[in-house]
T-cell receptor
Framework: SQQGEEDPQALSIQEGENATMNCSYK?????LQWYRQNSGRGLVHLIL?????REKHSGRLRVTLDTSKKSSSLLITASRAADTASYFC??????????FGKGTRLHILP | DAGITQSPRHKVTETGTPVTLRCHQT?????MYWYRQDPGHGLRLIHY???????DKGEVSDGYSVSRSKTEDFLLTLESATSSQTSVYFC?????????????FGSGTRLTVV
């Protein structure tokens, strides 16, 4: 089954720096989504980008999608301590189901 | 999480006992999902529902059953709990098919089978 794979698995950066996470997938998609999960909590939907879109912004978040390379990136600018979380990409599959990757653990250092 | 609640939040049960987890939503969304989250595996779909009494299996459905008798409630039952079912279980809802809508997740149920 198609599945997004995030890279890197873990990332530590200094507060104020930008954080970039990548997602690669295997088969054609209609859209790709990014989610955040804080420790001990459920996932929170961040952004959805459709296959005919190349870039999308939401506040400090910037998502790009390159369908020719089957990859997406999530950029968080001017990181804050509160951005410490796991980030997941999810791709749409058949029968109205989406499939999640295993996530990138982001740690913002003070 | 607004509009979706899971109960219980934590549960410890013994091997071989039945367990039911409840997901309740107030958003009147058609689609509801049950996932389990385990280290090294990410989130894996157990069962989902696309309407009252309409359910289907996900990738890890063995040992689980679901029921949806009302739009707002989606129940996950472990008929005879095993230690391999120790996990964090998340319910999610969606207003439409996955192609165009994001999911809203509950806060999870941490289940320990001893």
């Amino acid at each position: 089954s198609q599945q997004g794979e995030e890279d890197p698995q873990a990332l530590s950066i200094q507060e104020g720096e930008n954080a970039t996470m990548n997602c690669s997938y295997k088969t054609s998609i209609n859209n790709l989504q990014w989610y955040r999960q804080n420790s001990g909590r459920g996932l929170v939907h961040l952004i959805l980008i459709r296959s005919n879109e190349r870039e999308k912004h939401s506040g400090r978040l910037r998502v790009t999608l390159d369908t020719s390379k089957k990859s997406s990136s999530l950029l968080i600018t001017a990181s804050r301590a509160a951005d410490t979380a796991s980030y997941f990409c999810a791709t749409d599959g058949r029968d109205d189901k989406i499939i999640f990757g295993k996530g990138t653990r982001l740690h913002i250092l003070p | 999480d607004a509009g979706i609640t899971q109960s219980p939040r934590h549960k410890v049960t013994e091997t071989g006992t039945p367990v039911t987890l409840r997901c309740h939503q107030t958003e009147n969304h058609r689609y509801m999902y049950w996932y389990r989250q385990d280290p090294g595996h990410g989130l894996r779909l157990i069962h989902y529902s696309y309407g009252v009494k309409d359910t289907d299996k996900g990738e890890v459905s063995d040992g689980y059953s679901v029921s949806r008798s009302k739009t707002e409630d989606f129940l996950l039952t472990l008929e005879s709990a095993t230690s391999s079912q120790t996990s964090v279980y998340f319910c999610a809802i969606s207003g439409g098919g996955s192609a165009n809508y994001g999911y809203t997740f509950g806060s999870g149920t941490r289940l320990t089978v001893v």
